[in-house]
């Protein structure tokens, strides 16, 4: 169990670009979850994946960003046209829930976005 | 929807006992949560407590879950400096389980 990884850790780029994040949960985890988080506050949803199957996404999450879980293992979340406001903290998480296990979602180590 | 209010700062002295307070107001929880963030990190699970429990210990960490009156809190005995960070609680909130969770308490630890 190597834990949730995420790439790149620390992301610096111009207003305007578009950026790309990546996130490899646990192994055999079936839920992945895309929060973001800014200074001084605890963690918000953005979106989450059960398997490859985007279920829920939050008004947060405009039409600027996009997230995939092609193969349901590994996700991208992309950033189009990037905004000063962008500029936060991307944190994946990953758990398994079945028919009789519910296990606590583990995150990573996040990817920190800065915009200039 | 879901809230979830956490007092921000906590000082205590090393050796002493902390204790970090939450309160949610989504009583269909089934499982809440405290997390753990240290400088640039991402969160660590430190501990959770199904609902139908009023307290869990985990070696120097106690939770206590007051349903009635929507509270949960984190005691940490025998703080140490390696302790200080940001403690989040967090709590399910839709049929996917996303985490709604508070600002954090800041618990700094000093000689």
């Known amino acids: 169990d190597t834990g949730v990884s995420q790439d790149p850790r620390h992301k610096i780029t111009k207003r305007g670009q578009n950026v790309t994040f990546r996130c490899d949960p646990i192994s055999e985890h079936n839920r992945l979850y895309w929060y973001r988080q800014t200074l001084g506050q605890g963690p918000e949803f953005l979106t989450y994946f059960q398997n490859e199957a985007q279920l829920e996404k939050s008004r947060l999450l405009s039409d600027r960003f996009s997230a995939e879980r092609p193969k349901g293992s590994f996700s991208t979340l992309e950033i189009q046209r990037t905004e000063q406001g962008d500029s936060a903290m991307y944190l994946c998480?990953?758990?398994?829930?079945?028919?009789?296990?519910?296990?606590?979602?583990?995150f990573g180590d996040g990817t920190r976005l800065s915009i200039l | 929807g879901e809230d979830v209010e956490q007092s921000l700062f906590l000082s205590v002295r090393e050796g002493d006992s902390s204790v970090i307070n939450c309160t949610y107001t989504d009583s269909s929880s089934t499982y809440l949560y405290w997390y753990k963030q240290e400088p640039g990190a991402g969160l660590q699970l430190l501990t959770y407590?199904?609902?139908?429990?009023d307290m869990k210990q985990d070696q120097r960490l106690t939770v206590l879950l007051n349903k009635k009156d929507k509270h949960l809190s984190l005691r940490i005995a025998d703080t140490q400096t390696g302790d200080s960070a940001i403690y989040f609680c967090?709590?399910?909130?839709?049929?996917?389980?996303?985490?709604?969770f508070g600002a954090g308490t800041r618990l700094a630890v000093h000689p």
């Open positions: 407590i199904f609902s139908n429990m």
């Open positions: 967090a709590v399910p909130h839709g049929g996917y389980n996303k985490l709604i």
């Open positions: 998480a990953s758990s398994f829930v079945g028919s009789y296990s519910n296990q606590p979602q583990h």
